[in-house]
């Protein structure tokens, strides 16, 4: 089992950059899959980036955020970030991490067991 906590999130203009972390407690984190999900008011929760498993692992990204974010993690410190740059205000949401078993691509997010509480990301116009 793992323990997620995202922090990093806030109010910025657009075109601004933020950070996200997710820190991990709890066993084996580098055997999970780390993913990144928004959910804007009033949308279903939607897929941004994930990376996968083990150091070194493959990065995806949905379209709408390719070339502006970039996900990375440090298994040593239990941490997964995302980076997110030129910041739109359509990129309002909360922002979630979640963990996955799964060794592949995954964007559906009820293949993820765990998930945090969520930061909010506010980009103003």
């Known amino acids: 089992q793992v323990q997620l906590v995202e922090s990093g999130g806030g109010l910025v203009q657009a075109g601004d950059s933020l950070r996200l972390s997710c820190a991990a407690s709890?066993?084996?984190?580098?055997?999970?899959?780390m993913g990144w999900f928004r959910q804007a008011p009033g949308k279903e929760r939607e897929f941004v980036s994930v990376?996968?498993?083990?150091?070194?692992?493959?990065?995806y990204y949905a379209d709408s955020v390719k070339g502006r974010f970039a996900i990375s993690r440090e298994n040593d410190k239990n941490t997964v970030y995302l980076q997110m740059n030129s910041l739109k205000p359509e990129d309002t949401a909360v922002y979630y991490c979640?963990?996955?078993?799964?060794?592949?691509?995954?964007?559906?997010?009820?293949?993820?067991?765990?998930w945090g509480q969520g930061t909010q990301v506010t980009v103003s116009s």
């Open positions: 990376i996968i498993r083990w150091n070194g692992g493959r990065t």
């Open positions: 709890g066993r084996s984190f580098s055997t999970y899959t």
């Open positions: 979640a963990a996955s078993t799964s060794s592949r691509f995954v964007s559906d997010p009820d293949l993820y067991a765990y």
